[in-house]
T-cell receptor, first 114, second 117 residues
């Protein structure tokens, strides 16, 4: 079974500081993608960043970057220069090829302290 | 970018009534749509996978007769909660993907908050 584990139910960070959210996954597949989604209080699901398993280079989107460790099956999200608008639930997700849905972790609630 | 429209955003109804939630892909054709349910402070739980022109595939534990899914066209999927009861109150989110490529992101609707009195 495919599983995604987010071991930090809650995290907090000072505004302008850096925070890292952890995520591990379990799969026997070789072709898959990993995603981080953000869900603010409005409950809209927003794609933050994605990473292809075949790519060794870590994905980066502005202040968001990942540390992808394939052998360790780890996919952490780093948020630099944290802003108040970054406060949200963050979900790590995984999907293999084919007509398959995203599998989500339980989420990490991030608070940003002014 | 790809947009998924979900309607209504919030519905309150009496116990025993049926409620229909629509999910539309506005600028792309979605051969597959997914329906999720989310309880407060919890993650998204996949309910079913909806394929255009065929029967939906339900996850284990999801009642097919309670949650009717219809995917009549490449841009519209509907979820009908039949004979709704207070325990069906939840946040329902639909999602659609362009194509089947593993890297294609899933685009989400804004969700429907369902409250059964």
């Amino acid at each position: 079974a495919q599983t995604v584990t987010q071991s930090q139910p809650e995290m907090s960070v000072q505004e302008a500081e850096t925070v890292t959210l952890s995520c591990t996954y379990d799969t026997s597949e070789s072709d898959y993608y990993l995603f981080w989604y953000k869900q603010p209080p409005s409950r809209q699901m927003i794609l933050v960043i994605r990473q292809e398993a075949y790519k060794q280079q870590n994905a980066t989107e502005n202040r968001f970057s990942v540390n992808f460790q394939k052998a360790a099956k780890s996919f952490s999200l780093k948020i630099s220069d944290s802003q108040l608008g970054d406060a949200a639930m963050y979900f790590c997700a995984y999907r293999v090829s084919g007509n398959t849905p995203l599998v989500f972790g339980k989420g990490t609630r991030l608070s940003v302290i002014a | 970018g790809a947009v998924v429209s979900q309607h209504p955003s919030w519905v309150i109804c009496k116990s025993g009534t049926s409620v229909k939630i629509e999910c539309r892909s506005l600028d792309f054709q979605a051969t597959t749509m997914f329906w999720y349910r989310q309880f407060p402070k919890q993650s998204l739980m996949l309910m079913a996978t909806s394929n255009e022109g065929s029967k939906a595939t339900y996850e284990q534990g999801v009642e097919k007769d309670k949650f009717l899914i219809n995917h009549a066209s490449l841009t519209l999927s509907t979820l009908t909660v039949t004979s709704a009861h207070p325990e069906d109150s939840s946040f329902y989110i639909c999602s659609a993907r362009v194509g089947r490529g593993v890297g294609q992101p899933q685009h989400f609707g804004d969700g429907t908050r369902l409250s059964i009195l």
